[in-house]
């Protein structure tokens, strides 16, 4: 089955404690994606990777970094959380239909 | 820079009504235009799309949108919603020129009361 999927899916942790989100597909895309989801703001960019090592900014990048040495696989690092960082947090990808096919979400709240 | 708006923060309708949501974008060129739902804690998942040809487009669950260029709008509507509808709405355009960057719109919560 053509899935993304992520890991953790809940996760409550301190302020500065580093954590990582993995996030693999299984569709041999070569685009991947994050996104944070807040209420009224609807899905803003973090990082986007066109292919293996290729990496770039989205519209909120601060507070994130992201790797992408395998095809499959983009995980999410937050180096040192912030409370502003509690959010919703999605992995998509996308393949040759154009259109971006999304993980179960990850829900992240920083105390 | 592209933008992505929609009308509506929140819509409630009693079953069987008519739907319209509106979205508008502000990118003037070429682009490929989305409908994505979320259901209560679910993800996000393709209603439909547009890239070319006929504007008005079909998707799944009884969906449709419409795509006006001169208005920069591509508005989504359901002639009869179900209670099962209820869920929140996404707009999405992806815009030649700038790459593979998807740009949401803030979303519109629905409520079908049964």
């Known amino acids: 089955e053509a899935q993304v999927t992520q890991n953790p899916r809940y996760l409550i942790t301190v302020t500065g404690k580093k954590l990582t989100v993995t996030c693999s597909q299984n569709?041999?895309?070569?685009?991947m994606s994050w996104y944070r989801q807040d209420p009224g703001l609807g899905l803003r960019q973090i990082y986007y990777?066109?292919?293996?090592?290729?990496?770039d900014k989205g519209d909120v990048p601060e507070g994130y970094k992201v790797s992408r040495k395998e095809k499959r696989n983009f995980p999410l690092i937050l180096e040192s959380p912030s409370p502003n960082q509690t959010s919703l947090y999605f992995c998509?990808?996308?393949?040759?239909?154009?259109?971006?096919?999304f993980g179960e979400g990850s829900r992240l709240t920083v105390l | 820079a592209q933008s992505v708006s929609q009308h509506n923060h929140h819509v409630i309708l009693s079953e069987a009504a008519s739907l319209e949501l509106g979205c508008n974008y502000s990118?003037?060129?070429?682009?490929?235009l989305f409908w994505y739902v979320q259901y209560p804690g679910q993800h996000l998942q393709l209603l439909l799309k547009y890239f070319s040809g006929d504007p008005l487009v079909k998707g799944i669950k009884g969906f449709e949108a419409e795509f006006i260029k001169s208005k920069f709008s591509f508005n989504l509507r359901k002639p009869s919603v179900q209670w099962s509808d209820t869920a929140e709405y996404f707009c999405a355009v992806n815009a030649f020129g700038y790459g593979q960057n998807f740009v949401f719109g803030p979303g519109t919560r629905l409520s079908v009361l049964p």
């Open positions: 990777s066109m292919n293996v090592e290729v990496t």
């Open positions: 569709m041999n895309h070569e685009y």
């Open positions: 990118y003037g060129g070429t682009v490929n």
């Open positions: 998509a990808s996308r393949g040759g239909r154009r259109e971006l096919f």
